[in-house]
């Protein structure tokens, strides 16, 4: 058997909870709250977008990459 679904964009990058929650910590309500929650909803797609984008060039061996022995490497100079 064959199943075919349509494509989900947002599946598993959904901040909303995050971000309502920052933003009511930091006193927003009402209208200044659904302003400033759009601009801050915008900002985290806009970065997941970009994370995706860098991570397709890497894929495709047009971007630098580090391996995990180049992050997790005892010779840092830290």
Not at 16 to 35: R, T
Request: no cysteine.
């Amino acid at each position: 058997m064959l199943t075919i679904r349509p494509v989900r964009e947002n599946v598993g990058f959904d901040f909303s909870e995050q971000i309502l929650a920052d933003l009511i910590a930091e006193g927003y309500s009402g209208d200044e709250l659904l302003k400033k929650f759009k601009v801050k909803s915008s900002k985290i797609k806009d970065a997941i977008h970009g994370l995706m984008d860098t991570a397709d060039n890497i894929a495709e061996g047009k971007g630098e990459y580090y391996t995990m022995k180049d992050v997790f490497s005892e010779d840092s100079n830290d």
